[in-house]
């Protein structure tokens, strides 16, 4: 069994950063690839970013340029950082691991971006 926890949400000003972790534990050596999606209210939970254990990473349209994931193996972690953040990134942040097909989510973090 995997176990993904998310940190490193909060409050922050439009054009600002912050970053992200997603500290797996458990059966790690079964995880194939982590991503974070995030949800805002009334909406559904969407793929922002991913990466393979083979390094290749995916990125939704919108944050292109401005978001970057990566992973440190050694801490089992998995990081976005997120660059010139508008009010549209405001939603709760979700960590996934897919491991042995299936799929681990974390608790979610809350990001708010302030106009």
């Known amino acids: 069994q995997v176990q993904v926890a998310e940190s490193g949400g909060g409050l922050v000003q439009a054009g600002g950063s912050l970053r992200l972790s997603c500290a797996a534990s458990?059966?790690?050596?079964?995880?194939?690839?982590m991503g974070w999606y995030r949800q805002a209210p009334g909406n559904q939970r969407d793929l922002v970013a991913s990466?393979?254990?083979?390094?290749?990473?995916n990125y939704a349209d919108s944050v292109k340029g401005r978001f970057t994931i990566s992973r440190d193996n050694v801490k089992n972690t998995v990081y976005l950082q997120m660059n010139s953040l508008k009010p549209e990134d405001t939603a709760v942040y979700y960590c996934?691991?897919?491991?042995?097909?299936?799929?681990?989510w974390g608790q979610g973090t809350q990001v708010t971006v302030s106009s």
């Open positions: 990466i393979t254990n083979s390094g290749i990473t």
């Open positions: 458990g059966s790690i050596f079964s995880i194939s690839a």
């Open positions: 996934k691991a897919l491991a042995g097909g299936r799929q681990m």
